[in-house]
């Protein structure tokens, strides 16, 4: 694997490249966006310990735990599922836990922004339990409130960890697979397949492009950046264009006709994973039974 | 006289701007050879090699494959026995895995999947990558990828393989591993073309060398042949290989019997030193 950490630490390396680049160490692990995270997912899919499960089975595992975290409306299941989760990804995943708090930190960014608007409102009256006095008006709230705040976060937040168990753990290739035997139309399966291969190929074919006009002072100012933006947006078109015919010779020459099949590795269900996923369902209606 | 395997037959071919690429190449392949195919960018090598697999369709002229003339009827089964290795991996891998891609060409030959797993993890082992099986390509560097590229072909069981310029881009180590590659398939009697700028590769490695030049075939004969010609090399702008440079310049130096046994390599060359010295042995400083 070490040509891959290496193409990690490429990752990082031109993601820092527009933040200030005066703590390019300490950036290493810290919590936090950074650009290009989708392509550490996609790593992190690729790394995970427990790649080898049944993708059909994580799929399945992940979508009914998500349904069960936002059906059942339980604080303690929520909490329940986000624990879990975590354990899952971190413990049997082996992700390193920086990594995950890491990923997690973009939905959460948009899970606090849409919640607090919840539990806290404005009013020209001092109304409320609590209230903050503005100058020209009141923020106010009240215990009620915010309780509920925090229990619509938790189920928010619940359901995302289910899917980003789901996705940390799973590469692409596999979950278009899953949705293939799900019978998700042919066109649909067949772009899916050729974008996700296509995106690391355009970020490379960008990245070089980028790295060349930057050399060359093509950022130097905004209005310099502006006009090297367009040019390499234009460029890139050109170049898709022409990668795109490349690419359709090159499949030809291997005797495409039309129907994109690829060979899919089969990973066998195991019986205690399926055993232990149904107890932990229980174990969450359960749960929200003795505490309705 | 034997059958050619391949036989093209006064081809022509322009790509749609009208500026012909291809005009009369006529060329007859045999099994087993090992071909290098020389000129300089632009004249015509990858055309070629894109209507010999079928991808392209010539303008004129005809293509047999042992024996039968192609026509849009079995034009598959010139894909499925003429395989290319392009130049640029990432113009060639699809797929989103080592396995996915390999198995591609197999898929698209409608065995059975059995089949198929057997001969992917066949071709891997030959390219010794079978670790990479579930490697994503996004994530091999560009030697890696060049093996992917050509255990998709060994996969596909071609009679004939086509290489576009397969030292273009890899490091010395990886280069060296083609070589040892392109030894071993044709030691297993395999048919292949290799286009390349390398002239001391083609020289140690070639049994024949076809000279293109501005869309026609100006020489066709053994490389010793064609690299001693030195009208031809200037025409088609190429170099001399080094090895063949130096040997003459020990024979005229008279430094070496001329025995006509032109060495390729380095070590064939120490070989015909410790031979055919002019000087006795203990005259001469230790090489």
């Known amino acids: 694997m070490e040509n891959s950490s290496a193409k990690r630490l490429d990752f990082v390396r031109t993601n820092e490249k527009s933040d200030n680049s005066h703590h390019h160490y300490k950036h290493h692990h810290q919590i936090g966006h950074k650009h290009g995270e989708g392509s550490a997912i996609d790593y992190y899919a690729y790394a995970s310990k427990i790649r080898g499960w049944n993708p059909s089975f994580k799929v399945a595992f992940s979508v009914l735990t998500l349904l069960l975290c936002i059906v059942l409306n339980n604080p303690l299941v929520s909490l329940a599922v986000i624990v879990s989760m975590a354990y899952l990804t971190v413990v049997k995943g082996g992700l390193p ?128 950046s502006c006009q090297t933006f367009g040019n390499v947006a234009s460029n890139m078109l050109v170049l898709s264009l022409k990668k795109a015919n490349a690419y359709y010779t090159a499949m030809e020459a291997r005797g495409y006709e039309g129907d994109l099949v690829f060979l899919e590795d089969e990973k066998p269900f195991q019986i205690s994973q399926v055993i232990y996923a149904v107890g932990f369902m229980l174990f969450l209606l359960l749960l929200w039974y003795v505490t309705k | ?88 991996a990432d113009n060639q891998i699809i797929a989103s895995t080592v396995m996915a891609e390999v198995g ?49 072909i060994i996969a596909m069981k071609s009679e004939v393989i086509i290489f576009d310029e397969p030292t273009a881009a890899l490091d010395p180590l990886n280069a060296q591993m083609l070589e040892d590659v392109l030894v071993k398939l044709g030691q297993e009697g395999k048919t292949m073309l290799i286009s390349t700028h390398d002239v001391d590769f083609a020289y140690r490695w070639a049994e024949r060398a076809i000279v293109f030049d501005r869309g026609k075939i100006i020489a066709d004969g053994t490389p010793l042949e064609i690299f001693k010609n030195r009208e031809i090399l200037k025409q088609a702008n190429l170099k001399r290989p080094t090895m063949l440079d130096v040997y003459e310049m020990l024979v005229e130096k008279k430094m070496v019997k001329n025995t006509d046994a032109y060495p390729t390599t380095p070590k064939e060359l120490k070989i015909l030193l410790e031979n055919n010295l002019y000087y006795p042995e203990s005259s001469v400083p230790m090489i």
């Open chain 1, 97 to 224: 836990l920086g990594a995950y708090l890491s990923v997690l930190m973009i939905p959460l960014t948009f899970i606090i922004l849409g919640t607090v608007a919840i539990g806290i409102d404005f009013s020209r009256q001092p109304i409320g339990q609590f209230n903050l006095y503005l100058g020209f008006g009141y923020l106010y709230t009240s215990i009620a409130k915010l309780k509920e705040m925090v229990f619509l976060m938790m189920k928010v937040f619940g359901a995302i960890s289910a899917m980003i168990m789901m996705t940390l753990s799973t590469p692409s290739s596999e979950i278009i697979g899953v949705l293939r035997k799900a019978h998700v139309p042919k066109l649909i399966i067949e772009l899916m397949n050729l974008i996700y291969r296509y995106i690391f190929i355009l970020l490379d074919v960008f990245n070089n492009m980028r790295n060349s006009a930057d050399s060359r002072q093509g950022y130097c100012d905004f209005k310099t």
């Open chain 2, 1 to 88: 006289m034997r059958e050619p395997i391949l036989k093209v037959n006064n081809l022509h071919y322009s790509y749609g701007t009208g500026n012909p690429a291809l005009k009369g190449v006529s060329v007859n392949i045999y099994n087993g050879e090992k071909i290098a195919v020389i000129g300089s960018n632009g004249s015509g090598k990858s055309t070629f090699f894109l209507n010999a697999n079928g991808v392209l369709k010539a303008d004129h002229g005809e293509i047999s494959y042992q024996g039968t003339v192609i026509n849009k009827k079995n034009l598959k089964e010139l894909r499925k026995n003429i395989g290319i290795v392009f130049q640029d």
């Open chain 2, 104 to 152: 591609f060409g197999p898929m698209n030959l409608k065995l059975p999947r059995e089949e198929v797993l057997h001969r992917v993890d066949e071709a891997l082992t030959y390219m010794n990558i079978l670790d990479f099986k579930d490697r994503p390509p996004h994530y091999l560097s560009g030697g890696e990828k060049k093996r992917v590229t050509i255990a998709d």
